[in-house]
């Protein structure tokens, strides 16, 4: 996987053209992962309080 | 932590200004916009983005200039500041003042992004042909367009990945009183007291000596 976008100038040199959009399927993974780990969290956290005879969080 | 109370009898206090939801709410849709005009494209669905793409880049850029000025002069700087007190609060459980560590933490890496975003944005629109001005791209030399170029994708892939983790929050039905406030602008005094120490944001004018106060 690339981190860089690169391309070559008018004179042949190799320049930088960006980030690469194999990062894209990273920024979404990342977003789905705090998502998913939020709730297992939630959910976690909601079984911990009614073992300990608590009010689950509300929802 | 105990559960929020839904008294619809509580007195409503206001969260957010009327200004300020319109601000969120069209820099939400310009967020929204922006995104779609440059990923789906990358994403194989071919269509003329670029006009899209930077006429809503300058709305963003409009209502974030807006932004700066409304929050450094008219609003108080102080309660969206992260100091240490926000740490020992929240690690104690202690309730917050207006704004919890969690929204002062997501504002502040969201704010940095979008001012990235919005400012290297700018700087690409001297590439644009537009109505207004002729396209320039001998402004900068290519190596220092590429670290524009750069900058901005960077901050576009933050920008997705807090705009998911936002919107998922703010769904949240334990949260669901801050979405409520952000559309209509007030929250019961109850749904505030789960998270906000009355005695430190009142939800009151900010002449009140208790609004915000640390």
Not at chain 2, 21 to 40: C, D, G
Not at chain 2, 164 to 177: G, N, T, V
Request: hydrophobic share 50%; with cysteine.
């Amino acid at each position: 996987m690339e981190i860089f976008r690169f391309t070559r100038n008018a004179w042949g040199q190799e320049t930088l053209e960006g980030i690469s959009w194999d990062l894209l399927p990273v920024a979404f993974a990342l977003g789905l992962a705090i998502i998913v780990g939020h709730l297992v969290w939630r959910a976690l956290r909601g079984k911990g309080s009614v073992d300990r005879g608590q009010s689950p969080p509300s929802s | 932590m105990p559960p929020i109370r839904r008294d619809g009898d509580s007195p409503l206090i206001t969260r957010h200004a009327p200004i300020d939801r319109v601000f969120h709410w069209i820099t939400a849709l310009a967020v929204l916009l922006l995104m779609a005009s440059a990923f789906l494209p990358i994403l194989g669905l071919k269509f003329s983005w670029v006009p899209l793409h930077w006429i809503t880049g300058v709305v963003l850029t409009a209502a974030v200039l807006f932004h700066l000025v409304r929050a450094s002069f008219f609003k108080r700087l102080k309660c969206m500041w992260i100091g240490t007190r926000d740490f020992r609060d929240a690690s104690a459980g202690r309730r917050a003042a207006k704004y919890t560590l969690a929204q002062k933490l997501m504002h502040a890496a969201m704010g940095t992004a979008v001012l990235v975003a919005t400012v290297t944005g700018v700087i690409m629109l001297a590439k644009v042909d537009t109505p207004l001005w002729k396209r320039d791209p001998y402004m900068l030399d290519g190596s220092t367009w590429g670290v524009v170029y750069v900058l901005h994708g960077a901050a576009a892939l933050v920008i997705l990945t807090l705009t998911m983790a936002h919107i998922y929050f703010s769904l949240l039905p334990e949260k669901r009183a801050y979405l409520r406030a952000m559309i209509g602008g007030k929250m019961t005094r109850a749904a505030a007291a789960e998270f906000h120490d009355p005695n430190r944001w009142s939800g009151q004018r900010k002449d009140d000596p208790r609004e915000n106060h640390k």
